[in-house]
């Protein structure tokens, strides 16, 4: 019986420490998912390969939620004629990358993993997404 | 030996911890009512989006509580979960942690107690970065990649994003070692 109070007490401490970063957040991700369509609505995107990329990467890495969106989103920006490297970039730091999430990532496995692991995610979506359209292209 | 050095780091991370998390969630609220005076809006909105957020995070926290309450409960499963991702678990570790990204359902936040679990057990840096960095492939949602991409570069994105992470692990553990400092 003592085992299972135990295991109780002890998972909703991990809970309990996690439930404010978790919340704030969601809240902050609440608003991201405003504000980007409304960034790329407004044409900032669309000047230049290179501007392009590391803009796609600066708010793929700022943006959160499924990744589904992020097809969507990705897939309409290629529509609007943006290339498929900012694009790929774009898909790729959707997901690896999480500037929103680092508050929570950092809380439970360390500002110095958190911090080197977005970097580098940030760093490794430009190569992906350029390995990717080379071999696109060889294919 | 730097592994077990950046554990030891993290654990009296742990230790330290105060209300640090509070004072965050408390930051932006108070980020949300500023925002309020000057578009109400735009504030409603994304309360609609953190609400539909919540819902969708629920189900996956449930999973997790349970996985973690399991985990507590038994010791011997513990230690099997960390020895599949400890510095002696070779290339199984390496499967275990993409496979495991690539399977992983729902928002990140709900993985995090677990992944600091098996931080704390003794899991490889390398080995957590490699399942965070492979949960950007998503089997369900492929299709739907297909159909704005194509089948191409759906299977070679998704292809590389699995060697990538491997390569992002291994670089992620070789750049904490070298960074952390030495210890008195």
Same mark, same amino acid.
């Given at each position: 019986m003592?085992?299972?109070?135990a295991a109780?007490?002890?998972?909703l401490?991990?809970f309990?420490?996690?439930?404010?970063?978790?919340?704030?957040?969601?809240?902050l991700?609440?608003?991201?998912?405003?504000?980007?369509?409304?960034?790329?609505?407004?044409?900032?995107l669309g000047?230049?390969i290179?501007?392009?990329?590391?803009?796609a990467n600066?708010?793929?890495?700022a943006?959160?939620?499924?990744?589904i969106?992020?097809?969507? $989103?990705a @897939?309409?920006?290629?529509?609007?004629?943006?290339?498929?490297?900012?694009?790929?970039?774009f898909?790729?730091s959707w997901?690896?990358v999480?500037?929103?999430?680092?508050?929570a990532e950092?809380?439970?496995?360390?500002?110095r993993?958190?911090?080197?692991r977005?970097?580098l995610?940030?760093i490794?979506?430009?190569f992906?997404g350029?390995?990717t359209?080379?071999?696109?292209?060889?294919l | 030996?730097?592994?077990?050095?950046?554990s030891?780091?993290?654990?009296?991370?742990?230790a330290k911890? @105060?209300?640090?998390?509070w004072w965050?969630?408390?930051?932006?609220?108070a980020l949300?009512?500023? =925002?309020?005076?000057y578009n109400?809006?735009?504030?409603?909105a994304?309360?609609?989006?953190?609400q539909?957020?919540?819902?969708?995070?629920t189900?996956?926290l449930?999973?997790?509580?349970?996985?973690?309450?399991?985990l507590?409960?038994s010791?011997?499963?513990q230690?099997?979960?960390?020895q599949?991702?400890d510095?002696?678990?070779?290339?199984?570790?390496?499967?275990?942690?993409?496979?495991? @990204?690539?399977?992983?359902?729902?928002?990140?936040?709900?993985?995090?107690?677990l992944?600091q679990? $098996?931080e704390?057990?003794?899991?490889r840096?390398?080995?957590?970065?490699?399942?965070l960095?492979?949960r950007?492939?998503k089997?369900?949602?492929?299709?739907l990649?297909?159909?704005?991409?194509?089948m191409?570069?759906? $299977?070679?994105v998704?292809?590389?994003?699995?060697i990538?992470?491997?390569?992002? @692990?291994?670089?992620?553990?070789?750049?904490i070692?070298k =960074?952390l400092p030495?210890?008195?």
């Amino acid at each position: 019986m003592n085992k299972f109070k135990a295991a109780n007490t002890k998972t909703l401490k991990s809970f309990w420490q996690l439930l404010p970063v978790l919340l704030g957040v969601l809240l902050l991700a609440s608003m991201m998912v405003e504000i980007i369509p409304a960034l790329i609505s407004h044409g900032i995107l669309g000047k230049g390969i290179l501007q392009d990329t590391i803009l796609a990467n600066i708010i793929g890495s700022a943006s959160t939620g499924q990744p589904i969106v992020s097809y969507v $989103l990705a @897939g309409e920006l290629q529509k609007a004629g943006i290339a498929l490297l900012p694009v790929t970039v774009f898909i790729v730091s959707w997901v690896t990358v999480g500037i929103i999430s680092l508050p929570a990532e950092a809380v439970t496995l360390g500002w110095r993993f958190a911090i080197i692991r977005n970097l580098l995610a940030f760093i490794m979506a430009l190569f992906l997404g350029w390995i990717t359209v080379m071999s696109l292209h060889v294919l | 030996m730097s592994s077990e050095k950046s554990s030891q780091a993290n654990k009296n991370k742990s230790a330290k911890k @105060g209300y640090g998390g509070w004072w965050f969630l408390l930051l932006v609220i108070a980020l949300y009512f500023l =925002t309020w005076n000057y578009n109400s809006d735009f504030i409603n909105a994304s309360l609609k989006h953190f609400q539909h957020l919540l819902i969708s995070i629920t189900p996956v926290l449930g999973l997790v509580f349970i996985i973690l309450w399991l985990l507590n409960l038994s010791k011997g499963m513990q230690d099997k979960l960390a020895q599949l991702a400890d510095k002696n678990s070779g290339i199984k570790g390496w499967l275990v942690a993409v496979l495991g @990204g690539i399977l992983s359902h729902g928002p990140i936040y709900a993985w995090y107690p677990l992944l600091q679990k $098996l931080e704390n057990q003794g899991a490889r840096p390398a080995l957590i970065a490699s399942f965070l960095y492979a949960r950007s492939i998503k089997i369900p949602f492929l299709p739907l990649m297909v159909h704005y991409f194509g089948m191409s570069y759906t $299977l070679l994105v998704t292809f590389y994003i699995a060697i990538f992470s491997v390569l992002h @692990g291994w670089l992620v553990e070789k750049i904490i070692q070298k =960074t952390l400092p030495a210890q008195k």
